[in-house]
C-alpha cells in the first residue's frame, strides 16, 4: 500500500461541515500536515498538528490525530464554494538510509456544491 | 513580499531533449524543494537544496539533477526526456533550518511540461 492514502473525492452541500481522512504508515512522524491546493495554484500550507498533540483548532478548521490507529483527519465547518479544492495529507517518512523524505497522499478533491 | 516565482509557466518538449527549469524562493528563504506532480502518481518529492548544496534527494533517476546558486535562486534538469516525464514540477521554497516539511513550505504556481 502506499505510505499516504486518502479517499479521493468528497462531494459537500454549502454550508455543511467536511470531513477528510488520511492514514500513515510511518509512527515516527513528529509533524504530519494539511495543504490545500487550487486549480492552476501551488499548494498552501493551511495547518500542521505535533506527533504528541491528538487535536487542533483554527477558525473553521479542525484536526484529529489518532497515533495508535495513525489516522488524521481534517474537518471544515460551514463549508463554503471557495473551500473547492484538492486537499493534500502529507508528512515526512523516514527512509531506510535515515533521510526524512516530505510524502503527500494523492490528494481528496472536495466539491462544494450550493 | 513576493512569493516563490517559476518560469517558465509551460513547455512543450520532445522525447530525448532535455530541460531546465528555474524557481527564485522567497527572499531570506535558504531551500528549495522540488516536486513532480502527475495524475497517476500524485505528488512526489525530488530533491532539496539548502545553501547550494543538496541536502535530501527523493526516488528519481539521475536523468533528474538541480543546483542552487548563492542567491537560493535554484534549476532542475532532467536530460533525455521520457513522456512520463510530462508534469507538473512544483517548487517550494522554505528558510530551510530543519529541512524539507519541518519548516513551512511556500510552493510557487508550478511549471506545466509536455513531453511529446
Known amino acids: 500500500g502506499e505510505d499516504v492514502e486518502q479517499s479521493l473525492f468528497l462531494s459537500v452541500r454549502e454550508g455543511d461541515s467536511s470531513v477528510i481522512n488520511c492514514t500513515y504508515t510511518?509512527?515516527?512522524?513528529?509533524?504530519l500536515y494539511w495543504y490545500k491546493q487550487e486549480p492552476g495554484a501551488g499548494l498552501q500550507l493551511l495547518t500542521y498538528?505535533?506527533?504528541?498533540?491528538d487535536m487542533k483548532q483554527d477558525q473553521r478548521l479542525t484536526v484529529l490525530l489518532n497515533k495508535k490507529d495513525k489516522h488524521l483527519s481534517l474537518r471544515i465547518a460551514d463549508t463554503q464554494t471557495g473551500d473547492s479544492a484538492i486537499y493534500f495529507c502529507?508528512?515526512?517518512?523516514?527512509?531506510?538510509?535515515?533521510?526524512?523524505?516530505?510524502?503527500f497522499g494523492r490528494g481528496t478533491s472536495l466539491i462544494v456544491h450550493p | 513580499k513576493a512569493g516563490v516565482t517559476q518560469t517558465p509557466r509551460y513547455l512543450i518538449k520532445t522525447r530525448g531533449q532535455q530541460v531546465t527549469l528555474s524557481c527564485s524562493p522567497i527572499?531570506?528563504?535558504?531551500?528549495v524543494s522540488w516536486y513532480q506532480q502527475t495524475p497517476g502518481q500524485g505528488l512526489q518529492f525530488l530533491f532539496e537544496?539548502?545553501?547550494?548544496?543538496?541536502?535530501n534527494k527523493g526516488n528519481f533517476p539521475g536523468r533528474f539533477s538541480g543546483r542552487q546558486f548563492s542567491n537560493s535562486r535554484s534549476e532542475m534538469n532532467v536530460s533525455t526526456l521520457e513522456l512520463g516525464d510530462s508534469a507538473l514540477y512544483l517548487c517550494?521554497?522554505?528558510?530551510?533550518?530543519?529541512?524539507?516539511?519541518?519548516?513551512?513550505?511556500?510552493f510557487g504556481p508550478g511549471t506545466r511540461l509536455t513531453v511529446l
Open positions: 517550494a521554497s522554505s528558510t530551510g533550518l530543519a529541512g524539507a516539511l519541518y519548516n513551512e513550505q511556500f
Open positions: 510511518d509512527s515516527s512522524s513528529t509533524y
Open positions: 498538528i505535533f506527533s504528541n498533540m
Open positions: 502529507a508528512h515526512p517518512l523516514k527512509e531506510s538510509g535515515g533521510s526524512y523524505i516530505p510524502t
Open positions: 527572499s531570506g528563504h535558504r531551500s
Open positions: 537544496y539548502f545553501s547550494e548544496t543538496q541536502r
